[in-house]
């Protein structure tokens, strides 16, 4: 069982310092002017450094088109890089995480630290939460969609008009096993580098050409669910147990022309569903996986099935050099306009980020979160209430030959500030304090307050058969609340028994403590 340290003591503010201009000539080829028109009193251009995939320039345009509202005359030059994670598209991420190299991330921070990049633009559920020393991570603009999504093969006119004379691809897998690769994430987490289709089990009822499938719920035992996430992996397995776990890589094109393969043998794929809409292609989600456990007809799954995100998902974040001045004035508000930094987006994120660190999670962890603000609770002056309530289950029933689950267990616990403590420590997000009163032409933006945030998370085995989840909600109302929440929701979780489910995870604990995250 992993050790939970102590809370951090508050930061000191780092040493500041004014990054220098970076040279005319960067190392990286391809760089790409966004922007054009020039600043008469400053004429430096922010140099964004970014990977190199339709995604990743795709979410450099979100943010520049925030910074062209902070600063329309603000020129701007995108540095796309190859990173170590977009050049090896086979092996499975379990097995490059143990190289204890961060994947996306490592090349472009070097070209920070130089100095011939001024930013980093990430999915920031791809930034490790132990970021290099001299580098921070700030979460810009607002969050995306953060639902996991299924995606479906586009079936073959073939198949839609005559689907006995279609050839069936788990078929010509079969033909194609012997002698050849069968890959598929085990229960060790591995798999191996070339996957290959797998045969699925005839159904005494298939689908029916006129109704494809549109749910997981919908297809037949020994389906091929393509994902390269093991905590994708492990909940598919626990909700799903009867369908087959398959490794895919590549960026987001490439998938989709995976699943497009009949050849390749992948009847659906799980996808972060924020990058399938920034990319324009969200009329091939067929599926939301919903944090509350709920399929699209209503059904609800039973307790620890439920399919949470992973930490940071649907938002973008931005690295930026310590004490760097030019660039964190940038992302500031003006004249009572929001910046690029929304706060409940930023609070949340850092809860979530602070879980996973506490729990020495990454990539090679199923750990799942989902984050909602309470809209309805009050601070009324009497006090402010902090609840947390979890839940432990372990082999479902509907494993085959499994044990009956364990009892699940409820625990409660309150803490509560007196009515002067609350008054001055956590004001009602509708009434200004007096000794910091915003200013007065600053229309009232809720994403900009303080309010109750409420964490759901999980920690799942690798094959499923155990989960513990559990929920919290606690007041925050700055950078130092929301990583002491993530903190919290992770002792919660330890305590209720996540502890060995991780330490039962045979890992590099060296890159976990890297803390990369997918």
Same mark, same amino acid.
């Given at each position: 069982m992993p050790d939970i340290p102590p809370l951090p003591p508050s930061e000191n503010s780092p040493p500041t310092f004014t990054s220098t201009p970076p040279p005319d000539a960067l190392q990286s080829s391809g760089a790409v002017t966004t922007t054009t028109q020039s600043i008469p009193d400053s004429p430096r251009t922010l140099h964004i450094g970014t990977r190199a995939s339709a995604l990743a320039l795709a979410q450099v345009t979100l943010f520049t088109s925030i910074l062209s509202t902070l600063h329309? $005359?603000?020129?701007?030059?995108?540095?796309?890089?190859?990173?170590?994670?977009?050049?090896?598209?086979?092996?499975?991420?379990?097995?490059? $995480?143990?190289?204890? #190299?961060?994947?996306?991330?490592?090349?472009?921070?070097?070209?920070? &630290?130089?100095?011939?990049?001024?930013?980093?633009?990430?999915? /920031?559920? @791809?930034?490790?939460?132990?970021?290099?020393?001299?580098c921070e991570v700030k979460i810009v603009g607002e969050r995306g969609?953060?639902?996991?999504?299924?995606? !479906?093969? #586009?079936?073959?006119?073939?198949?839609?008009?005559?689907?006995?004379?279609?050839?069936?691809?788990?078929? @010509?897998?079969?033909?194609?096993?012997?002698? =050849?690769?069968?890959?598929?994430?085990?229960?060790?987490?591995?798999?191996?580098? +070339?996957?290959?289709p797998r045969k699925k089990q005839k159904t005494s009822a298939p689908v029916s050409s006129s109704s494809p499938p549109q749910r /997981?719920?919908? &297809?037949?035992?020994?389906?091929?669910?393509?994902?390269?996430?093991?905590?994708?992996?492990?909940?598919?397995?626990?909700?799903?147990?009867s369908l087959r776990i398959q490794d895919v890589r590549g960026n987001i094109g490439t998938r989709l022309?995976?699943?497009? @393969?009949?050849? /390749? =043998? !992948?009847?659906?794929?799980? &996808?972060?569903?924020? *990058?399938?809409?920034? &990319?324009?292609?969200? @009329?091939?989600?067929?599926?939301?996986?919903?944090?509350?456990?709920?399929?699209?007809? =209503?059904?609800?799954?039973?307790?620890?099935?439920?399919?949470?995100? $992973?930490?940071?998902? *649907?938002?973008?974040?931005?690295?930026?050099?310590?004490?760097?001045?030019w660039v964190h004035g940038l992302l500031e508000g003006r004249d009572g306009q929001r910046g690029a930094v929304v706060k409940r987006v930023s609070w949340e994120c850092q809860a979530e980020r602070s879980l996973?660190?506490?729990?020495?999670?990454?990539?090679?962890?199923?750990?799942?979160?989902?984050?909602?603000?309470?809209? +309805?609770?009050?601070?009324?002056?009497?006090?402010?209430?902090?609840?947390?309530?979890?839940?432990s289950s372990s082999s479902p029933s509907d494993i085959p030959n499994a044990p009956a689950p364990a009892p699940s267990t409820q625990v409660e616990a309150h803490s509560s500030t007196s009515a002067e403590t609350a008054d001055t420590s956590h004001p009602h997000p509708t009434s200004a304090s007096s000794s910091n009163p915003p200013p007065p032409t600053a229309p009232f933006d809720p994403q900009m307050q303080p309010g109750t945030l409420h964490i759901h998370?999980?920690?799942?085995?690798?094959?499923?058969?155990?989960?513990?989840?559990?929920?919290? #909600?606690?007041?925050?109302g700055n950078d130092k609340e929301a990583d002491d929440a993530g903190w919290e929701m992770a002792r919660v979780l330890v305590e209720g028994g996540a502890g060995k489910i991780l330490a039962n995870i045979n890992l590099n604990r060296g890159m976990l403590e890297r803390g990369d995250n997918a």
């Open positions: 329309p $005359a603000l020129p701007t030059k995108t540095v796309p890089i190859s990173v170590a994670g977009d050049r090896d598209k086979t092996t499975n991420l379990h097995t490059l $995480a143990q190289t204890g #190299k961060s994947l996306w991330t490592e090349e472009l921070e070097v070209l920070l &630290l130089k100095g011939e990049i001024d930013c980093i633009v990430h999915s /920031l559920k @791809d930034v490790p939460t132990k970021v290099v020393e001299g969609e953060r639902r996991d999504c299924v995606v !479906f093969r #586009k079936r073959s006119a073939l198949e839609d008009e005559d689907p006995a004379s279609a050839t069936d691809p788990h078929e @010509d897998s079969a033909r194609q096993e012997e002698g =050849g690769t069968v890959t598929s994430v085990e229960a060790t987490g591995k798999t191996d580098d +070339e996957p290959s /997981l719920a919908d &297809l037949p035992p020994g389906s091929v669910v393509g994902t390269s996430s093991i905590r994708r992996s492990a909940m598919i397995r626990r909700r799903y147990p022309r995976k699943l497009d @393969d009949p050849a /390749l =043998g !992948f009847d659906c794929l799980i &996808l972060a569903a924020a *990058g399938i809409q920034r &990319l324009g292609l969200g @009329d091939r989600i067929s599926e939301w996986l919903n944090p509350s456990g709920e399929d699209e007809a =209503g059904a609800s799954e039973r307790e620890g099935k439920s399919m949470l995100h $992973a930490v940071g998902q *649907g938002a973008v974040g931005l690295e930026v050099r310590e004490g760097d001045e996973l660190r506490t729990l020495e999670g990454g990539c090679s962890v199923p750990v799942g979160v989902s984050c909602s603000w309470d809209e +309805e609770e009050k601070v009324t002056g009497a006090k402010t209430t902090t609840a947390s309530s979890l839940s998370a999980s920690v799942t085995s690798v094959d499923g058969t155990e989960c513990v989840a559990a929920s919290r #909600k606690t007041w925050v």
